[in-house]
């Protein structure tokens, strides 16, 4: 998956505990999303990062933060996790400044199920 | 706020068949417009269209772009099984580095 990893691939836990969702990248690109999946909504954005340190927040960014400490890594945390909080999450990499530079590129998403 | 809307939101066709997936967008400033397939698992880039490039084509796949119209097509000639997916149409602004996503058409290709 060019360089994505994400993890867990799949997670169940349970209302109000905290859970961290982590990407890495191999590509060295700048940019890094973060995107949730739910039917009848496509892809929506939760939080971005445009450079370590750097972040911004999403159209749904109720209930997430986010780190990057390194360029590789791009971490989502539910502070107290909800059962809206149920989704496939995506993490997505692209590099600006090339000819591609809105081709973002998805990991293979990670399964959250609150219970 | 930037808003992409897409139609059908899910079409079921026989193998052979042609079909005409729709996308249509608000944006501020438009920058440009990409195809998404999505089967199993993460969504694969199929098109990117911009002012300069209003049309792509990949085997049986084509897409266009009418700026005039604000919305995009996705067509598929000669559909395959293996068509079958969720296709996704985003925008991007000029002003940021980040899509904007349709609801998505999930497209189903009866043998």
């Not at chain 1, 400490?69 to 997505?92: G, I, M, N, P």
Request: charged share 20%.
């Amino acid at each position: 998956d060019a360089g994505i990893t994400q993890s867990p691939r799949h997670k169940v836990t349970e209302t109000g505990t905290p859970v961290t969702l982590r990407c890495h990248q191999t590509e060295n690109h700048r940019y890094m999303y973060w995107y949730r999946q739910d039917p009848g909504h496509g892809l929506r954005l939760i939080h971005y990062s445009y450079g370590v340190k750097d972040t911004d927040k999403g159209e749904v960014s109720d209930g997430y933060s986010v780190s990057r400490s390194k360029t590789e890594d791009f971490l989502l945390t539910l502070e107290s996790a909800t059962s809206s909080q149920t989704s496939v999450y995506f993490c997505a990499i692209s590099a600006p400044g090339t000819s591609g530079a809105n081709v973002l590129t998805f990991g293979a998403g990670s399964r959250l199920t609150v219970l | 706020e930037d808003k992409v809307v897409q139609s059908p939101l899910s079409l079921v066709v026989h193998e052979g068949d042609t079909v005409t997936l729709n996308c249509s967008y608000e944006v501020t400033n438009f920058r440009s417009l990409l195809w998404y397939k999505q089967e199993k698992k993460a969504p694969t880039f199929l098109f990117m269209l911009t002012s300069s490039g209003i049309e792509k084509k990949s085997g049986r796949l084509s897409s266009i772009l009418d700026k005039k119209e604000l919305s995009s097509i996705l067509n598929i000639t000669a559909t395959q099984t293996g068509d079958s997916a969720i296709y996704l149409c985003a925008v991007a602004d000029q002003g940021a580095q980040k899509l904007v996503f349709g609801q998505g058409t999930r497209l189903t290709i009866n043998p």
